[in-house]
């Protein structure tokens, strides 16, 4: 079935890198996705990545992608305190169909000073 | 701005009571989503509509229910057969347009039990 899974915590200091992982089950999902939740809000996009693609950056984000493990990457450049929030990665359904996201259940991403 | 309302912030139900969150888009989306988010966990999907007056069940709709009359409009209804209702709930919304469109989130309504 699908599945999506992350570790549930990560810690780093202010200006290092972080690195988020994610493994997927469905090796047909078109398009992989990571979102950012700050406390009490809700989903901002951060960015996203083709499945026939390897990298994708986009300022401090790099997204990689290893479709042969079904597993995804996010790094955080420069990592600040304003990084600190819960990421969660989302595969899309079969066909690229965006109806159905399968979410993982999130990494906490606490910045220390 | 264009984007997605949820109201209220935060909502309290009474045992044996209906409750109804509302979710407003100003984007031109024709696609809405209501997931619901317990700590620890991912989103799961409760109900979604591609289409005005048209509507399908995601994998937790049980003890729910929505109506989608207008564009813009996805309300969404905890019965009182929703046993545990408790929870952060998140309204989405995609366009349809030909290419990749991906969903983009409202700031949630907090439901709790009285």
């Known amino acids: 079935g699908e599945d999506v899974e992350q570790s549930l915590f990560l810690s780093v200091r202010e200006g290092d890198s972080s690195v988020i992982n994610c493994t997927y089950t469905?090796?047909?999902?078109?398009?992989l996705y990571w979102y950012k939740q700050e406390p009490g809000a809700g989903l901002q996009l951060l960015t996203y990545?083709?499945?026939?693609?390897d990298m994708k950056q986009d300022q401090r984000l790099t997204v990689l992608l290893n479709k042969k493990d079904k597993h995804l990457s996010l790094r955080i450049a420069d990592t600040q305190t304003g990084d600190s929030a819960i990421y969660f990665c989302a595969e899309s359904g079969p066909g690229g169909a965006t109806n159905k996201l399968i979410f993982g259940t999130g990494t906490l991403l606490a910045v220390q000073p | 701005d264009g984007g997605i309302t949820q109201s209220p912030k935060y909502l309290f139900r009474k045992e044996g009571q209906n409750v109804t969150l509302s979710c407003e888009q100003n984007l031109n989306h024709d696609a809405m989503y209501w997931y619901r988010q317990d700590p620890g966990q991912g989103l799961r999907l409760i109900y979604y509509?591609?289409?005005?007056?048209?509507?399908q069940k995601g994998d937790i709709a049980e003890g729910y229910s929505v109506s989608r009359e207008k564009k813009e409009s996805f309300p969404l209804t905890v019965t009182s057969a929703q046993k545990n209702p408790t929870a952060f709930y998140l309204c989405a919304s995609s366009s349809r347009r030909q290419g990749h469109q991906p969903q983009h989130f409202g700031d949630g309504t907090r439901l709790s039990i009285l």
């Open positions: 469905d090796s047909s999902s078109t398009y």
């Open positions: 990545i083709f499945s026939n693609m």
């Open positions: 509509s591609q289409i005005v007056n048209d509507f």
